[in-house]
């Protein structure tokens, strides 16, 4: 059972006037309790993690708070989530929030869709929504802790009798390891699922053209965007249909392959149109040395903090293995394959 009150994790001595303001203000009203430390393994929270950055953009109780998520892969069990983080500069608030993320999704937290209310050292990252709020970006930081805490106090996943899946892919069957443990995952799955599998391989797939709010307003509007093909034709209505999004992601280059990169930029317009914070998302990553935390990591800025799409606990699998076929022969993989699709089906089966 999850409870009605929201337990803020405050790691760090150094917080600034801006930071506490921003929590006085945003969480006023709302059932709060504060700690400054993790040491321990938490069931069924509500949270909100508020991470002060210095001025290097560090933060040594914070390090000392992924240590133990990281050390502790049971850590948050039920618990859902969501993060404030306060720096001084324009830098490394976003890649501070999305190593918190991903450490404690790991162990087991659940993350709101766009769960971050980040205060760079000038605010103006909140420039279009103190526009749009017609207030100043003080408030409109302020209004931002608010509505995460009481979307977070707020959330249930979905329960679902017969739970749509998309897949998005740009890999080979033949050699591919992401879609070899893809496979593997879809037959624990059995037939309780609807699965699309979208592979955007085909040569055509083109990048976001970048263009204008309005221009992009106009087309997601109609369900379109400017360059159409397979984006609008499947990719759109697969994922308006869809519950979840599974992506297969080889590690290239120590980030996402070009292909579902752009797929990723090209949900925008649909995004204008089309909330996602019901819809989950999960992946496989795989790399041939290392580095997919990084991949993983762009996952959950790209897809869950700027798109939207929620994070169900554990959401990603890792592995590391690159000659084709290697993937399947990893030691432990099928129980790491049973574990990822337990997952799935008790995550998107919860009625
Ligand atoms: C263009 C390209 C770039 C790659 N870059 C990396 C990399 O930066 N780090 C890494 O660990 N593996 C890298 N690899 C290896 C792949 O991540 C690895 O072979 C993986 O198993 C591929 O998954 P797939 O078989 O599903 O395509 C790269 C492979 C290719 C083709």
């Not at 591919?176 to 391989?201: F, M, P, Q």
């Amino acid at each position: 059972m999850s409870e009605s009150v929201l337990t803020i994790v405050c790691p760090g001595k150094f917080a600034s006037e801006r930071y506490a303001l921003a929590l006085e203000a945003g969480l006023k009203g709302l059932p709060c309790r504060v700690t400054t430390r993790l040491d321990k393994p938490m069931r069924n929270l509500r949270i909100l993690f508020a991470i002060p950055l210095d001025d290097s953009g560090m933060n040594r109780d914070f390090y000392d708070l992924l240590g133990f998520l990281r050390t502790h892969p049971d850590a948050l069990e039920g618990c859902v989530a969501g993060v404030m983080v306060d720096g001084p500069g324009d830098l490394y608030t976003k890649s501070a929030a999305r190593e918190l993320v991903l450490a404690a999704n790991l162990a087991g937290c659940t993350f709101v869709g766009r769960p971050l209310a980040e205060a760079i050292g000038s605010l103006q990252n909140f420039t279009v929504q103190a526009k749009n709020a017609g207030c100043s970006l003080t408030d409109a930081f302020h209004l931002a802790v608010k509505n995460l805490a009481e979307r977070i106090l707020s959330f249930s996943s979905p329960a679902l009798k017969n739970p749509k899946l998309l897949v998005l892919h740009a890999s080979s069957r033949r050699t591919s390891n992401t879609l070899a443990l893809w496979d593997k995952v879809k037959r624990h799955l059995g037939g309780t699922y609807t699965i699309a599998e979208i592979c955007l391989r085909n040569g055509t797939m083109e990048d976001c053209a970048g263009c204008p709010y309005t221009t992009c307003l106009h087309y997601g509007e109609k369900g379109e965007c400017f360059y159409g093909g397979v984006m609008v034709q499947e990719v759109y209505p697969a994922i308006r249909k869809a519950n979840a999004i599974v992506l297969l992601c080889p590690n290239y280059n120590d980030a996402l392959s070009a292909n579902l990169s752009a797929a990723i930029n090209r949900l925008t317009a649909l995004y204008r149109t089309t909330s996602f914070q019901e819809k989950a998302l999960y992946a496989i990553v795989v790399s041939g040395y290392s580095g997919g935390d990084i991949v993983a990591q762009q996952l959950v800025s790209g897809l869950c903090m700027n798109k939207g799409f929620y994070l169900p606990p554990r959401f990603c699998m890792l592995e590391t293995a690159n000659d084709a076929g290697t993937a399947m022969r990893l030691p432990g993989i099928e129980g790491r394959l049973d574990q990822f699709a337990a997952g799935m089906l008790e995550q998107l089966h919860n009625e």
